[in-house]
């Protein structure tokens, strides 16, 4: 891993006409992000590469791209030597990502008095059908957002998770990531997980059913890809994501702990869980009606690789944010970043669709997230290439 603060190799290069010219691949990425400890397992990588050379492994221990090609190894590619850089221009933790989004978005970089990123309002809000109100996780906005982005025309699909397998004693309660066209399927994803499920990898199959109109649910590290794509002017792979929603998140868990943890010291099957959640400790309610806590300490050590370092927990580069933190377990914290996320969230108000309460309602809820979003920024290397966790001091003269 390179350690250096300066870029060991220029982002871009002066061409023809003195434009300047992105000429950062795959060769970088690995070193930088992927084998540093960075990769978050976004797989915006994946879902960029024009050449179908980059994998994804969502198995325990893993949640990575790989380069399937084995010419030069895993550590370089031939199309990245022959100039093509679309894997960096989409890491949204390659380089400069956090500023260039900030850009992008907001025309302006996040200052030090913000330390959830930058923001116009932040409501309490709950899905008014009582349906969506209750199969969603707390107030259900999530599930009230897209449905309602589908029957305005806002969107045509969803970039979502399910559970692999579904049916009764058969969910392996392994997120796998899938498209959501409709209410019946906005509702069978809804619901947390707090294992991971790369969202960004169903894109694929929503352009090959013709969706051009894309919502993405995905937790921050997702949530980054999109805007990151544009301002590194990606070309058309980012273009069909239209309305971006971002969940708050300090972390997610390895698959591996429904085994090793809640079956192996308490007995737990994962396939008679039928919800979890986090309130100061790990929540599981079983299909007997049977409910027990779990002591977060002990989950720690299943934590993901990816997101020992991520800086982000309020995921601040979407339309909205969300999150079921605070003391009201049926109302969701929403954070609404941009101009198209406060239309649309005004729009449901006006309609009736969602109810919304002043953020102001639940300070602590506000100042929780503003703690752990320090917290969170804490974890982002010094070592890191052209994006310090703390600014340069200057130098004496």
């Known amino acids: 891993m390179t350690v250096l603060n300066e870029p060991a190799t220029a982002p871009y290069a002066m061409s ?37 050379v980059i994998g994804y492994e969502h198995a325990p221990g893993a949640y990575k791209p790989f380069h399937l090609e084995e010419e030069l190894g895993l550590d370089d590619c031939i199309h990245g030597q022959k100039g093509c850089t679309s894997c960096t221009r989409a890491c949204p933790r390659f380089r400069a990502w956090e500023p260039e989004a900030d850009e ?22 709950r899905a008014s059908d009582a349906m ?15 449905i309602w982005a ?15 397998g579904g049916g009764e004693g058969e969910s392996s309660w392994k997120a796998m990531p899938g498209v959501a066209t409709t209410k019946e399927e906005v509702l069978a994803g809804a619901g947390s997980r707090y294992t991971y499920s790369a969202n960004t990898l169903a894109l694929p199959e929503a352009l090959e059913r013709g969706f051009s109109k894309l919502a993405l649910v995905g937790m921050s590290c997702q949530s980054s890809v999109p805007p990151v794509m544009w301002s590194r002017k990606i070309g058309k792979v980012g273009k069909p994501i239209v309305f971006n929603i971002g969940l708050l998140c300090s972390k997610s868990f390895d698959d591996s702990i429904f085994e090793e943890l809640f079956w192996t010291k308490y007995g737990l099957a994962k396939e008679q869980m039928v919800k979890m959640n986090i309130k100061g400790v790990f929540q599981i309610w079983m299909r007997d009606g049977a409910y027990h806590e779990i002591n977060l300490k002990e989950c720690h050590a299943w934590t993901r690789e990816g997101c020992v370092h991520c800086p982000d927990f309020a995921a601040e580069h979407a339309d ?6 605070g003391k009201f377990n049926d109302w969701t914290l929403t954070i609404v970043r941009t101009d198209l996320g406060r239309e649309i969230i005004s729009r449901m108000i006006d309609d009736g669709s969602i109810e919304a309460r002043p953020g102001d309602d639940d ?13 969170s920024r804490e974890r982002w290397p010094a070592t890191a290439i052209d994006f310090p966790k703390n600014p340069p001091k200057p130098t004496k003269p």
Not at 23 to 43: F, M, N, P, R
Request: net charge negative; with cysteine; charged share 20%.
């Open 132 to 146: 969506v109100h209750q199969m969603g996780q707390d107030g259900g906005l999530v599930s009230a957002l897209l």
């Open 104 to 125: 992008h978005l907001f025309a302006r970089v996040r200052q030090p008095d913000e330390p959830s990123g930058i923001y116009q309002d932040i409501l309490l809000t």
């Open 16 to 52: 023809a006409g003195n434009k300047e010219r992105w000429q950062l691949q795959w060769k970088e990425l690995y070193d930088e992000v992927i084998t540093s400890g960075l990769c978050t397992g976004c797989a915006g990588c994946v879902i960029a590469c024009p050449h179908d």
């Open 150 to 164: 589908l029957d305005q025309g806002y969107i045509d699909a969803a970039l979502t998770s399910y559970l692999e």
């Open 320 to 325: 909205i944010s969300t999150g079921g933190i």
């Open 363 to 375: 300070p602590g809820a506000i100042a929780l997230m503003h703690k752990l979003s320090a917290k």
